[in-house]
């Protein structure tokens, strides 16, 4: 019933009323106006009985006309109320049946989407799971069968790997360092090493041993320490190096006098000044003495001093980083500068030639071999069975092949890599071996 009133506020409604409102007003005030001026004029007669009657019924007519439209307006504004009502009840239920669907789709998508998940999860979990339990399978066979080669050990395998770490070592001594006697001493004892084994298998790796020996004490040793040392002393010696100078006679030196005596009895010292006479229109030879002055002027000489040391520096760096063109090529540029303006019949200049000349037959360079044929051989026998199984089968879980590390001697030695069974006076031993072949 609220909603059924409510239109009959509307605009058009109110202003409906307004119009018949003020047609009522206007026809009351007319009525008024007319009875007051039929009071205030001549006073007629009152209107017979039938004429009230017809004024009634027009104004009952005028009032069914005025309300016939404002109920018609009513009416239609209350069907169009309900209509709208309808419709927005239909799409409110029509929004409200989407939307469930829209949310049933979307919670049955997350749902398919979360099982998928969850099953590809289960499905990685369950392979993980496989390859790992096989992984595992794996290190517990190479495990077993490491425990297995374990118990079949031989006490004598240690010298084995001694042998084995001694021709490493050996390798990247005559790799980093070049030294050629370090390196026939460590191969020598890791000869010694197999000779203890006492197993005709591993004559193979002697062998091989004895190859590489052969070969490096056939191949030189750098001596390039000494090589810089002594082009430092050199060095030092050339401010004290005398120059190549000349003799200039004295101005004042008077030639000795010819001239003949009248006296008979100097008839002697007459004859030897003829014959002196006679000689020097020949041969004329003249013993001077005076000023020792030098080549070169102070100026040059410090220049040529400091030339040479530059000179002997570049030698010395070519030494150092085994440039043997430019060591050979310095040193004989500056035995050249030394026999062209230094007196060579002084003996620290002829002592600075034969210094230089013993350094140009030294090698400042040679191509060595990066590894040594022993350490392969030893590695074929070790992986044939005839090496530690710890070794191989620690590789093989790891599955890591090892490499020489570029490291100096003392490096290696401070490594983890010296086997266990090598024992303190086993290594005092290693040392004093390398440093007899060092010397």
Same mark, same amino acid.
């Given at each position: 019933m609220t909603e059924s009133a409510t239109p009959l506020n509307s605009p058009k409604a109110n202003e409906s009323a307004t119009n018949v409102n003020s047609d009522t007003v206007s026809s009351d005030k007319g009525a008024a106006k007319k009875s007051t001026s039929t009071k205030m004029g001549t006073q007629k007669p009152p209107a017979s009985t039938s004429s009230n009657k017809i004024s009634k019924l027009a104004m009952f007519a005028l009032l069914i006309a005025l309300a016939a439209p404002a109920g018609h307006y009513y009416w239609q504004q209350l069907q169009n109320q309900q209509l709208t009502q309808t419709l927005t009840n239909k799409i409110s239920k029509q929004n409200s049946t989407v939307l469930d669907r829209y949310q049933s789709q979307m919670q049955q998508a997350l749902t398919t989407q979360q099982q998928n998940f969850e099953q590809q999860l289960q499905q990685v979990i369950a392979k993980i799971n496989n390859t790992s339990q096989s992984r595992i399978t794996e290190l517990n066979a190479s495990i077993t069968q490491l425990e297995q080669r374990i118990k079949?050990?031989?006490?004598?395998?240690?010298?084995?790997? #001694?042998? $084995?770490?001694?021709?490493?070592?050996?390798?990247?001594? @005559?790799?980093?360092?070049?030294d050629t006697k370090a390196a026939i001493g460590l191969l020598k004892g890791a000869d010694r090493r197999l000779t203890e084994l006492n197993d005709p298998a591993f004559l193979p790796v002697r062998a091989v041993l004895q190859q590489d020996i052969k070969s490096l004490a056939l191949m030189p040793s750098l001596q390039t320490d000494e090589i810089i040392l002594t082009l430092m002393a050199v060095s030092k010696q050339v401010a004290e190096l005398p120059l190549a100078i000349v003799y200039l006679a004295n101005k004042n030196d008077n030639e000795a006098d010819l001239t003949l005596s009248d006296d008979i009895n100097d008839w002697q010292s007459n004859l030897a000044k003829t014959w002196q !006479?006679?000689?020097?229109?020949?041969?004329?030879?003249?013993?001077?003495?005076?000023?020792?002055?030098?080549?070169?002027?102070?100026?040059?000489?410090?220049?040529?001093? $400091?030339?040479?040391? @530059?000179?002997?520096?570049?030698?010395?760096?070519?030494?150092?980083?085994?440039?043997?063109?430019?060591? !050979?090529?310095? @040193?004989?540029?500056?035995?050249?500068?030394?026999? =062209?303006?230094?007196?060579?019949?002084?003996?620290?200049?002829?002592?600075?030639?034969?210094?230089?000349?013993?350094? $140009?037959?030294?090698?400042?360079?040679?191509?060595?071999?990066? #590894?040594?044929?022993?350490?392969?051989?030893?590695?074929?026998?070790?992986?044939?069975? !005839?090496?530690?199984?710890?070794?191989?089968?620690?590789?093989?879980?790891?599955?890591? #092949?090892?490499?020489? !590390?570029?490291?100096?001697?003392?490096?290696?030695?401070?490594?983890? =890599?010296?086997? =266990?069974?090598?024992?303190?006076?086993?290594h005092e031993q290693h040392e004093q071996e390398k440093s007899e072949g060092s010397l």
């Open positions: 079949q050990r031989q006490p004598n395998d240690w010298l084995l790997h #001694e042998a $084995e770490y001694l021709i490493r070592i050996a390798s990247r001594t @005559l790799w980093l360092e070049h !006479q006679f000689f020097n229109d020949f041969i004329r030879i003249r013993s001077r003495t005076g000023i020792i002055e030098p080549l070169i002027s102070p100026e040059q000489q410090a220049n040529l001093k $400091e030339n040479l040391t @530059l000179k002997i520096q570049l030698a010395l760096w070519a030494a150092s980083e085994r440039k043997s063109d430019i060591y !050979q090529k310095s @040193l004989t540029e500056i035995q050249l500068w030394i026999n =062209e303006f230094f007196d060579m019949k002084e003996l620290k200049n002829q002592s600075v030639i034969k210094t230089l000349q013993d350094l $140009e037959q030294k090698q400042v360079n040679y191509d060595y071999p990066n #590894e040594l044929s022993a350490l392969k051989a030893i590695r074929v026998a070790t992986r044939n069975g !005839q090496a530690s199984p710890a070794i191989s089968s620690k590789q093989k879980i790891d599955n890591v #092949e090892s490499k020489p !590390q570029e490291k100096t001697v003392k490096d290696i030695k401070a490594t983890s =890599e010296m086997p =266990e069974a090598l024992q303190p006076k086993q």
